[in-house]
């Protein structure tokens, strides 16, 4: 059974038609992609995180989506930051650090859809003040944002 | 927000975790309600938070020595 809905899906394809700019690629970590994986809690939110976005990937032709194995692929996966899964990098023009781990599922599936957005354009809409902060950073900052689906 | 920071930022890198999925990381950060901001591993705090109190904690995050941590 698909995770969007009809009227979700022509909803969100309209979305991302008028508001994206650039290409974006998801880079999906999970499991295995061999079929190798043992079924289990972290198998299951894996494959069911790996639909949403396959469903939401076909949804625009500039959003692509790289499926990866974190064992299999350790070095991508150290490369882009992503050290649990089911682990999302969010790359657009370039890798601006966006993550999402977890399920994109309900109130987060909006989530992923404003960060695509954002990626794509490659712009954030932050204060002047904010942005003269952020340019002055005097070391890095490692923002963890934590959620549930409701 | 943090996205935003992020894409605004090199030094930024902003991570949006579901945690019903983490249940050790839920424990580990202590989440108890959501959303819960976790800054360097030092600074934290729950609810959304306007732009410049949100940028004041971030600041707070980069500056503050790890010794500060209120984990």
Not at chain 1, 36 to 41: D, F, I, V
Not at chain 1, 64 to 85: V, Y
Request: hydrophobic share 45%; glycine share 8%; proline share 6%.
């Amino acid at each position: 059974m698909p995770y969007l809905q009809a009227q979700d899906e022509a909803f969100v394809r309209q979305l991302l038609e008028k508001e994206m700019a650039g290409d974006v690629t998801l880079d999906f970590f999970t499991t295995s992609v061999s079929g190798l994986a043992m079924p289990g809690t972290e198998w299951e939110i894996c494959e069911h995180a790996r639909k949403i976005l396959e469903e939401f990937a076909a949804l625009s032709p500039q959003v692509r989506l790289q499926t990866h194995g974190i064992i299999a692929e350790s070095d991508a996966a150290r490369s882009r930051g992503i050290d649990k899964i089911p682990g999302l990098a969010i790359v657009g023009a370039e890798d601006y650090g966006v993550r999402f781990f977890g399920m994109p599922a309900g109130y987060e599936f909006s989530t992923l859809l404003e960060a695509v957005i954002a990626v794509s354009k490659g712009t954030s809409q932050l204060s002047e003040q904010t942005l003269a902060a952020l340019a002055t950073l005097p070391g890095d900052a490692h923002i963890q944002v934590f959620v549930t689906p409701t | 927000m943090a996205y935003h920071m992020a894409i605004a930022s090199p030094k930024v890198r902003a991570e949006v975790v579901e945690v019903s999925g983490f249940p050790r990381l839920a424990q580990r950060y202590n989440i108890y309600a959501v959303p819960k901001i976790v800054i360097n591993d030092r600074v934290s705090f729950e609810g959304a938070l306007p732009e410049p109190l949100f940028l004041s904690r971030v600041l707070e995050g980069v500056s503050s020595p790890a010794e500060a941590s209120g984990e």
